[in-house]
């Protein structure tokens, strides 16, 4: 049966049912039967749908299919149902087939015997008769003569009774005689009437076309008829054999001979019910063992099914029973050869995962033991040490401060195995993002005060709730601004909320020294420094970003950078409303209003600037682009013009394919940067779908992917960017760049329509990243 | 005011160095480094406090502090290497009053034991209704219909912070810094665990708080009374 589309009612659901669809309805069973056998004509022609002419048609079709799709359904699904169906049809074929032959030649032979012995009686009965015409027509030649007052018609007559009445008389009921004579009335007394043994109606039971072969030929021809008799006897088959013969005065007549046939029609209908019969066993029984050699088939086959469904549901410990040594028993023992196989590298990743994480939990108890005790008796010695001599003094205060540091530092490096070990656990309820980040400003006040910033929060004005980990948003939004306000050279942090579709969103903007190109996507990697010389003095871990990047990830959320040399950067937080939603985009441009770039565009009046693109093509060239002034970590391609304009650039592959290459070997080499092409910013409904920001990160209408290509296609010497990327791949992959397996850029990529490679390309790295840290 | 502590440490460096630390505060400082003897040292100290490892040979501190909350509602500070959600929650659970994680700063722990100290001087007389109990601040009882309710001192000091104010509704971070005198936010499981053990103390059906009832996304506040 063809399948069904939409239209179709659920399985199961009132009105499907064929019998309740004939209940309510006034046409009743006849039209349901009359409905089906058209059904059955029509067949597949009307169940494809195929049908686009007039909504009455359409309607009619509906109503036709809606009956039958269970059963369709039923027959797709069943192997057991089809084999079975399929067996009876056949085998009632074959028995049909082998039905009409035998009782062919039954009836043949019947027949054959039968005739023969009808057409002896009948051929001696003809020359009787003739005999007897040409005795009489010798014996009245004269009487007739004789006699010219009319008694030769009388005689003519009584001849006539006689001979039908000799003739019969021989037969004992074993055939009746008739003659007709050729446009004979129906006078009894006349010569020309029609007489008959037995009761036969002639005129009735000698078929006409009969008369008209004998009248037109003088051998004897016979046919099949009924016998109808005139007094009141029912009817039977019978064959018929007549003749044309000269009666007396050379009057000619139609002599007939039947022979009933109803002993041989009596004997076929018992071969047929015999026959039928044993067709009826022989199918019903072809089906049946059919039925059960295809259950010993599929029963273990469905068993399998339900186990392997089973098994993936995560029951590993499901088996097939197995017996005997056929195929099945060989399917089965496949089937728990696998299934153990898979239980037990399930099992081994398991307890690899434990002992990971058992392990980081006695390594942390070891660890943190003694280096309480010694913390305690740093702290006692920092505190005296105004009795001590200068160099003493000193050595106290360093001891105290290193010890700050030695134990942030196995703080991130345990907090970042949990996270590899996959043992940290989303702690997500709704909470204002606001507090969090009033809490987080509260507390790097002192810090921006001792670097003379201020810190400034936009868009609080109205709640802005998301459900997420308040400890790990604030740790992960303390890292930031902590680092917007190191790396802002005493200027302004700009901390800016938003919220829109399902999404919420915070940026931190500083304007300190920024980025360099590539840097956007590297300051995520772990232990990375933007300047060893000069972060050694501010502190910090170099694992803040990383614990940030896999917070957000934890959330469902993105963490991207963007940055321009000499123009500051921004780090931006998108996390989803709810935590199971997945990302759209963030109601956050990645690239600032207030970009050197955007600024650019303003100042080139940018209305023109838009109107001369088709929208589409500019918001790719300006996202393109936009990834590039060094945005988002897992860019690097799209870097365009800035790479340019501040001419990292070096040795590059030829444009047009620069792009690709830098992208092929990003991901040769390092799971991380391959993101490479994957820049959130270019992703449609990044800026377009959640918030109306114009073309500041709108829509591009086509994937990152895209975005960055058609960038790098517009800007002049992207190549060097490309090349970067590739370089970086490298160092990401150095520094451990697992993390950037998980870059929210690939993420958004991964969601993006028509993102296919690119999302093919996450899954590569997916599994590279998790190669590497194995 | 100062105390006696009981430390339950079996590092001897860190049981001694806790020592020099506490002494130097002025704090009476007992120590034992055994699971098992926890209990009869507890009993023979009397401490006005407890410091107590949750790694321990013989019974572990999650033991040793059911134990002792079974019997007293003496202040429990955990001191754990562990700061994973499980163990600090089976921790609070147990019946710990606060927890410090390892390594934690001198005046860090200092500033925990005084705020968990803190709570013994003398309170002014004062009648609290919360739902259809009926609070005796100064007394240090809690009746339903004349039913004594018994609550750890912490619980109770929550118990009153939300009656005193029973139009407030209290985020975690404050009543973090009002009952467990943090300046700055820490971790407001504290304040889910022990919210979640006074209700299942003071609540006819703990599924559904009526006298500390949970103001989604916010925090918690003192139900009608």
New interface residues.
Partial sequence: MPRDDGAAPAPGTPGSHPGRRVGPRAAGAQVARLLRLARLVEGGLLLQGGVQGSPVLRLFTRWVRRPLLPAARLWRRNIQLRVVATTLLMSLGVVLLLGFVVIGQVRNGLLDAKVKASQSQADGGFRAAKDKADAASTDTGQGAATTPDGRPEQNASAWMNDLVGQLSSGGQSAFDVATLTPGGDGDASSVRAPRASGGVDPIQSVPDDLRGRIARTAGASQSYTRIIYSDGQDSQPGLVIGKQLNGLNGNSYELYYFFPLSQEEKSLSLVKGTLATAGLFVVVLLGAIAWLVVRQVVTPVRMAAGIAERLSAGRLQERMKVTGEDDIARLGEAFNKMAQNLQLKIQQLEDLSRMQRRFV?DV??EL??????????A??IHEAREDFDPVTARSAELLADQLDRF?SLLADLLEIS?FDAG?A?L?A????LR?VVR?VVG?AEPLAERKGSRIRVVGDHQPV?AEAD??RV?RVLRNLVVNAVEHGDGRDVVVRLAAAGGAVAVAVRDYGVGLKPGEATRVFSRFWRADPARARTTGGTGLGLSIALEDARLHGGWLQAWGEPGGGSQFRLTLPRTADEPLRGSPIPLEPDDSRRNRHLREARLPRARAALPPGTGAASRTGAGTGTGTTQPSGSGRGGHSTASGPSGTAPPSGTAHGAARGSAHGAAPGSGAAAADPTALPGNGSRVVPRGTSDAGTGTTGTTGSADGDARVPGPQGHSAESAQHAHKAYDTGAQHDAHTPGERQTAHGPGGVPAADTVGNRLTEGRAARG | MKGRVLVVDD?T??AE??G??LR?EGFEPSFVADGDKALAAFREAKPDLVLLDL?LPGRDGIEVCRLIRAESGVPIVM?T??S??VDVVVGLESGADDYI???????ELVARIRARLRRSEEPAPEQLAIGDLVIDVAGHSVKREGQAIALTPLEFDLLVALARKPWQVF?R?VLLEQVWGYR??A???LVNVHVQRLRSKVEKDPERPEIVVTV??VGYKAGPS
Avoid: Q, Y
Avoid at chain 1, 368 to 377: F, S
């Fill in positions: 939990s942390s108890h943190r033991t003694p280096l309480t005790t010694v913390r305690m008796a702290d006692v134990e949990r043992a656990a702690e309820e709704p909470i204002d507090e809490r507390g709730v308040a400890r604030e | 590092d460096a860190l160095m806790l020099i630390v130097g790694m001191l290497a562990k994973d959600t994680v390892k390594p934690f700063k001198p005046k985020t971070e700055h936010a971790d407001t499981r989604r996304g």
